[in-house]
């Protein structure tokens, strides 16, 4: 082991390549090792306690795992080109921008990759097939990449609320709202916030990167009409952007704030939907401190787009504002009422302290009822 990372990841994978954009834009000495079947069920879960990709295995035999927060534990460890906002508003939106990213965009993924064969029978399969076997007859290796992705996806598909009835179609319309804006905003702007990437931009990444300006329907349907933001993903992935400066002032860009707005009048009902389920969870069952929460809850109306949206909600989203919400309590009193300013147009001034269900912790790649 030369580097002082070892990351084990798939090319095609929307967190890997969240991942891999960070790494890369931080310098960071890494190697990457294609995840295989045996990995993912042996090496992985008996050095981290989960079964998870992307993970991290350092120098010193150390694994990190869970995305956000090996990017966390990272910029501690290699400070260098920092890739975190020092001013509250940016900062705080910054945090707000990757969890709705990070949950609301793998429907996005899953769409755009699933829902049309050719991105599996050009490209997925035969990859797919090599990185879970290595070594193993093709024709073999077809069946058991086809037999596992398959299954698995249909199922992810219908929990981020993929389902008939129009569901499908109203969650393309979003994307492609989001990625217009995204076109103008980085026609005008290297990065979200600045000269340099933030959390939200690599949360963004993940699913440019590794589905949709990659695979080939949507790179060719989707992507080939919005060449800004096509090359922005290319750049941040690769490693080539620019490192400068965030905007001066706090000061979020004005091409910035319809993203703001989508984000403001949709993630705060989904936190509230998910808080009470995970209330009707510790009720049903009795729950105490440090017991563990399902993964995903029962279904919630959410909003996106403008209209109601059925789906399963991820604990683990919950969590997250609830970390963000433990570091904006961490800020002054100026710093607070000056995210409260940012947010109060939209109608959330109180989005910081509102309480969202009962304090939990992450545990592996889900959580729990925070102990007592």
């Given amino acids: 082991m030369t580097a002082d990372y070892v990351m084990y990841a798939w090319e095609c994978s929307h967190f890997s390549a969240k991942l891999r954009g ?6 960071v000495s890494y190697e990457e090792k294609t995840c295989t079947l045996y990995d993912l ?16 295995r350092g120098r010193g035999g150390q694994w990190l795992v869970d995305t956000p927060e090996i990017m966390a ?12 906002a020092a001013t509250p508003r940016q900062d705080m939106l910054a945090q707000l921008f990757e969890n709705w990213f990070d949950d609301g965009l793998m429907a996005v993924s899953l769409r755009t990759r699933w829902a049309y064969p050719e991105n599996w029978d050009t490209l997925l399969r035969d990859a797919s097939a090599r990185d879970l076997l290595p070594g193993v007859p093709l024709f073999i290796s077809r069946r058991v990449a086809t037999k596992v992705f398959k299954s698995s996806m249909s199922r992810a598909q219908a929990v981020v609320g993929l389902r008939p009835g129009g569901q499908e179609e109203q969650l393309e319309a979003w994307a492609l709202k989001l990625f217009d804006l995204l076109e103008v905003h980085f026609a005008a702007h290297d990065y979200l916030f600045g000269g340099h990437p933030s959390v939200a931009d690599f ?35 690769n490693g080539e952007g ?21 984000m403001l009048d ?20 009795n729950l105490t401190s440090g017991a563990g929460l399902p993964r995903t809850l029962r279904d919630v109306t959410a909003r996106l787009g403008g209209g ?37 147009p939209y109608g959330r001034a109180d989005l910081m302290t509102q309480r969202f269900g009962p304090p939990l912790e992450r545990a592996g790649l889900g959580t729990r009822l925070a102990k007592a």
Avoid at 206 to 215: E, F, K, S, T
Avoid at 242 to 260: F, K, Q, W
Avoid at 328 to 339: I, K, P, Y
Wanted: contains cysteine; hydrophobic residues 45%.
């Fill in 203 to 237: 949360a963004l990444l993940g699913c440019l990167a590794a589905h949709v300006n990659r695979d080939p329907w949507p790179r060719r349907e989707w992507m080939a009409a919005r060449p800004v933001l096509a090359a922005w993903s290319d750049r941040l992935h």
């Fill in 266 to 285: 949709e993630m705060p009902v989904l936190l509230s939907e998910s808080a009470a389920a995970i209330e009707d969870v510790v009720k049903a069952e």
């Fill in 22 to 27: 960070f790494l890369n834009h931080k310098r």
């Fill in 73 to 84: 534990q990272l910029e501690r460890l290699h400070p260098e080109r920092a890739c975190i």
């Fill in 308 to 344: 109601d949206y059925i789906r399963n909600p991820f604990s683990y989203t919950v969590w997250r504002m609830q970390r963000i919400q433990t570091a904006f309590g961490a800020l002054d009193t100026e710093a607070q009422a000056s995210v409260r300013a940012l947010l109060e």
């Fill in 242 to 262: 620019a490192h400068g400066d965030l905007l001066p002032d706090d000061a979020i860009a004005p091409t910035l704030e319809p993203l703001v707005a989508m």
């Fill in 41 to 56: 069920l042996r090496t992985i879960p008996r050095n981290t306690g989960v079964r998870a990709m992307p993970v991290l």
